[in-house]
């Protein structure tokens, strides 16, 4: 996939969380599933592992697992019982390990890469704990939106760090923007800077990885930003902003 392939792809990844989360807590755990499918099936191909089947079904089930959880539990604190999963998903990386009947080549690199992509799809969970916060849903859709703008910004021919202050640049202002319409301008500010950083910064990570020209990989590393987001605005709402 081309730059502006991914970034399509994060944009309207990004608006489909904003349209999910506008409309109740259910579709927007149904859209959070999502993106940590989306990780799971191109995080091995991504990131060149040696067992891609194992790492698909490990990162897919930690995704599907964290965002359950963050669904189900009642009361304060909402991800409480994600260092859980988190413990789960790496005992399920050490036995996809002992599975494999290749001779376990590259073991300490597959182990690795499998246990980051899970830590990748728990982030998922950020955004149904970050809608069920009592008064959040606007900061969720005005955080999403910001994404959608970095991500449509990153699409620019631009490289290196200008691409990085162009993606905090747009995000910044339309966070501000939408902010000021749904919450505070000070608070649609602040989720445009996460939003900005998040996506400029995995745009430089990610320019020059050779396994992007790939599909999956490709929408793989498009839905990080929007997954990895998630839990910067639960962290933005509940301990800098709310």
């Known amino acids: 996939m081309s730059v502006s392939s ?15 989360a506008s409309v109740g807590i259910l579709p927007l755990a149904g859209a959070a599933v999502v993106l940590a499918v989306l990780i799971a099936l191109g995080w091995a191909g991504l990131l060149r592992l040696p067992a891609p089947g194992g790492t698909m079904l490990v990162v897919m089930l930690s995704g599907i697992g964290s965002v359950a959880v963050a669904y189900a539990t009642n009361g304060e604190p909402v991800l409480r019982y994600l260092p859980l999963v988190l413990a789960g998903s790496m005992v399920l990386a050490f036995l996809a390990e002992m599975m494999r009947r290749d001779g376990r080549v590259r073991l300490v690199e597959s182990v690795s890469g499998t246990v980051a992509g899970s830590v990748v799809a728990l982030a998922c969970a950020g955004w149904v704990a970050a809608g069920r916060t009592e008064g959040s849903a606007d900061l969720v859709v005005t955080s999403a939106f910001a994404l959608a703008v970095a991500a449509a910004v990153s699409a620019l021919p631009l490289r290196g760090w200008r691409a990085l202050a162009a993606a905090v640049g747009g995000a910044v202002l339309g966070g501000g923007i939408v902010g000021t319409l749904l919450v505070d301008t000070v608070t649609g500010l602040w989720c445009g800077l996460v939003a900005g950083l998040v996506v400029g910064a995995l745009h430089l990570l990610f320019e020059r990885l050779p396994a992007l020209r790939q599909r999956l990989p490709g929408l793989s590393a498009s839905a990080v930003p929007v997954a990895i987001g998630g839990i910067l605005v639960f962290v933005v709402g509940r301990l800098v902003i709310v």
């Open 6 to 20: 991914r970034a399509v792809a994060t944009a309207v990844l990004s608006a489909g969380v904003a349209a999910a």
